[in-house]
């Protein structure tokens, strides 16, 4: 469990999940936003669905392996972007069926396994999405059609 600093309170999970970024994995949704400058650390959780099982132990198994890994993942990619994030995960309601059915057949080790793998696909995805939005936006803004170049009308003036 984390410590009550580091979790989201109920307001934040209803703005992430209202005026956050948003994305969807295969099994995973992510709903995150930049940090107050306020306060230095990163802010997580975690909802899993009663879709995904009525038992409570089988739901809060899944939960701390996603929070394990989410703080580790995203504890070492803060210290790349020097950013902390509100962050919060949940279960894709598309696909809460095919992910049960999938880890049933497997045991504890491999359930982690497979967790963590799944997890590590999405936000590997997610970081090249981001890499990839934001240089085309730098490309945009760098040679913006709309300005004119004066250098072409630099003939007219002499």
């Known amino acids: 469990m984390f410590q009550q600093k580091l979790r989201l309170r109920t307001k934040d999970v209803r703005f992430l999940t209202r005026k ?5 994995g295969k ?3 992510f709903h995150s936003f930049p940090q107050y400058p ?8 975690c909802h899993i669905s009663i879709k995904y099982d009525k038992r409570a132990v089988h739901r809060n198994n899944l939960k701390k392996i996603i929070l ?10 803060k210290k790349r972007n020097n950013t902390y994030y509100k962050i919060f995960i949940g279960l894709n309601k598309q696909n809460i069926e095919n992910f049960k059915e999938y880890l049933k057949s497997l045991d504890e080790t491999q359930q982690r396994m497979t967790v963590r793998e799944m997890l590590d696909q999405h936000l ?7 890499l990839l ?3 085309r936006n730098y490309n945009d803004k760098k040679h913006n059609p709309k300005k004119h170049d ?4 630099n003939h007219k003036r002499k």
Do not use: A, D
């Open 38 to 45: 306020n306060i230095p650390h990163n802010q997580i959780s």
């Open 20 to 24: 956050g970024n948003r994305w969807y």
């Open 124 to 130: 590997r995805e997610r970081e090249k999405k981001l």
């Open 27 to 29: 099994y995973f949704s």
């Open 68 to 77: 394990n890994y989410i703080q580790e993942y995203v504890l070492t990619t």
């Open 150 to 153: 004066h250098k072409k009308y």
């Open 133 to 135: 939005y934001r240089s």
